[in-house]
């Protein structure tokens, strides 16, 4: 099994950055993706921004030239760094990882102030 811990969330202002991050423990050489997924209210859950075990990333088009997603596979972690953050962007971000199955973690709030 496979155990995720996010941190990072909380308010910011709109035009300001945050930097999330999701520990993985647990059977972690079971894990090839990661990456954050988010649900905003009254929208269907998205898929912000995935990392391979490899290093491709992928940022979705909603927070493309906003978004850095980084591994360390060492540590176990990834990473999600959003700029220049909008009022659309509030919402509460899950991690996930992905191994035979998908693993979740308790996601961590975000609200971005107008």
């Known amino acids: 099994q496979v155990q995720l811990r996010e941190s990072g969330g909380g308010l910011v202002q709109a035009g300001g950055s945050l930097r999330l991050s999701c520990v993985a423990s647990?059977?972690?050489?079971?894990?090839?993706?990661m990456g954050w997924y988010r649900q905003a209210p009254g929208l269907q859950r998205e898929l912000v921004a995935s990392?391979?075990?490899?290093?491709?990333?992928y940022c979705a088009d909603s927070v493309k030239g906003r978004c850095t997603i980084s591994r360390d596979n060492a540590k176990n972690t990834v990473s999600l760094e959003m700029d220049r953050l909008k009022f659309e962007d509030t919402a509460e971000y899950l991690c996930y990882a992905h191994s035979d199955v998908m693993y979740w973690g308790r996601g961590t709030r975000v609200t971005v102030s107008s």
């Open positions: 647990g059977n972690t050489d079971s894990i090839d993706d």
């Open positions: 990392t391979t075990s490899g290093g491709i990333t």
